[in-house]
């Protein structure tokens, strides 16, 4: 896990600043609790780092996470993969890592997603969602994202999967 800053939100998901909530706990030798969001959020955040340096080796790796599929290339791409929408996200592009685009907070993770993705003719094809371009990649390792979506969808239950994704608008009117 990176280092966190003083003036940045405490990852215990208590919404304080980290230097009055678990700073002076951390520097008294005292290991603070964090929620399972807060866990998850850093597991997050850190297998996409990792799943980054392994594009940045150009070595091909899949790994799922929850409803998520990680994907690095042997050209040095790396993608997040979001499957019950369909979603995707570059992280890294022959071999160079990109800004991770996601809005945390203690309630909620927001991935900026900037594709769908879909399989066509056994390739692999993206979506923009800025102009609705198409772009279809070479030697993406279709079978196994296939696989990988199959084995997801086996363990969750669809009614879960159906309440991934919050509506910005029903979670504004909640608040």
């Given at each position: 896990m990176g280092k966190i800053g003083r003036n940045e939100q405490c990852p215990c998901g208590s919404?304080?600043?980290?230097?009055?909530?678990?700073?002076?706990?951390?520097?008294?030798?005292?290991?603070?609790?964090?929620?399972?969001?807060?866990e998850f959020?850093?597991?997050?955040i850190s297998e996409l780092e990792a799943i980054v340096k392994v594009a940045m080796e150009k070595r091909q790796k899949i790994r799922e996470l929850g409803v998520f599929i990680l994907l690095a290339t042997e050209d040095g791409d790396a993608w997040l993969l979001e499957?019950?929408?369909?979603?995707?996200?570059?992280?890294?592009?022959?071999?160079?890592?990109?800004?991770?685009?996601?809005d945390e907070?203690?309630?909620?993770?927001?991935?900026?997603?900037?594709?769908?993705?879909d399989f066509s003719n056994k390739e692999f094809e993206l979506t923009a969602y800025s102009d609705q371009s198409k772009s279809v990649m070479e030697n993406y390792p279709v079978k196994e994202i296939s696989?990988?979506?199959?084995?997801?969808?086996?363990?969750?239950?669809?009614?879960?999967?159906?309440?991934i994704h919050v509506d910005p608008a029903e979670h504004k009117q909640a608040t």
């Open positions: 919404g304080k600043k980290f230097k009055h909530c678990c700073l002076p706990k951390e520097q008294a030798g005292v290991t603070p609790a964090r929620s399972q969001e807060a959020k850093l597991s997050l499957i019950t929408d369909s979603d995707a996200v570059q992280l890294a592009r022959g071999g160079e890592a990109l800004e991770i685009p996601i907070n203690p309630e909620t993770i927001e991935i900026n997603w900037s594709h769908t993705f696989a990988a979506i199959k084995r997801i969808k086996k363990k969750f239950p669809s009614e879960l999967l159906n309440q």
